[in-house]
């Protein structure tokens, strides 16, 4: 969920489907600065996101954002997380690389 500004009065609580049809960046914003300085902030929300649900072993809630990203950041200046699991590494080469980016 998430809660949409329209005005200094006006604000509204956006259920997950809703938000999927129309991501943050693609929305209006009265201020075109406003759309650069979200986009770092969405991100960091998604990875705090990612990062308590595994440490509460929430796979499928990690994996749902993980996914979903790019649609939630769409129309940001902002890459998605594609760590596996964010801040780990792998020091193998080949086929480990390549599943690990798939995942």
Known sequence: SWVLIKSAERVELVVASR???CP?????????ADRVKLGP??????KGKMKR???RSDFVTY???RNLQSVYLRGLETQPELDVVPGWSC???GPV?????FF
Not at 41 to 46: E, N, P, Q
Request: hydrophobic share 55%; proline share 0%.
């Open 41 to 46: 902030i969405l991100a960091a929300a998604l």
């Open 24 to 32: 943050t960046g693609e929305g209006d914003f009265t201020v075109a």
């Open 91 to 93: 020091n193998a080469d």
């Open 63 to 65: 994996r749902v954002v």
């Open 53 to 55: 649900a595994l440490t």
């Open 97 to 101: 690389s390549i599943v690990e980016q």
């Open 19 to 21: 938000a999927l049809g």
